[in-house]
Nanobody, 122 residues
Framework: VQLQEYGGATVQAGGSLRLTCLGS?????MAWLRQIPGREREAVAT????????YSSDDIKGRFTISRDNDRNSMYLQMNSLKPEDSAMYFC???????????????????WGKGTQVTVAS
């Protein structure tokens, strides 16, 4: 499975972006993670083909929406009310089996994209 992210850009605080992850296939569990330089990568949101999404915090849940289109092997992250602290490299990851949650170890993801940079200017 190959994954490719699209949609990263530089936006002003308060703005919106929609990230897309396009895959050669759509494994059951797909996730968005992000990494700020010098910090550990963190899960942002996950979505399963048959289950509901999970988000890393209430703040993220209130501003971001994860979705997927299995017919198009795609996953999306709609990000609204962006803050400077949302600036990071955003990665798409996926796996066929295992628990699908932001609380699972990222080592369980079998497939990764190369990332797309999101920069939020204050």
């Amino acid at each position: 499975v190959q994954l490719q992210e699209y949609g990263g850009a530089t936006v002003q605080a308060g703005g919106s972006l929609r990230l897309t992850c396009l895959g050669s296939h759509a494994p059951h569990c797909m996730a968005w993670l992000r990494q700020i330089p010098g910090r550990e990568r963190e899960a942002v949101a996950t979505i399963h083909t048959s289950g509901g999404p999970t988000y890393s915090s209430d703040d993220i849940k209130g501003r971001f929406t994860i979705s997927r289109d299995n017919d198009r092997n795609s996953m999306y992250l709609q990000m609204n009310s962006l803050k400077p602290e949302d600036s990071a490299m955003y990665f798409c990851a996926a796996k066929w089996f295992g628990r699908c949650s932001v609380n699972t170890n990222e080592e369980g993801y079998q497939y990764w994209g190369k990332g797309t940079q999101v920069t939020v200017a204050s």
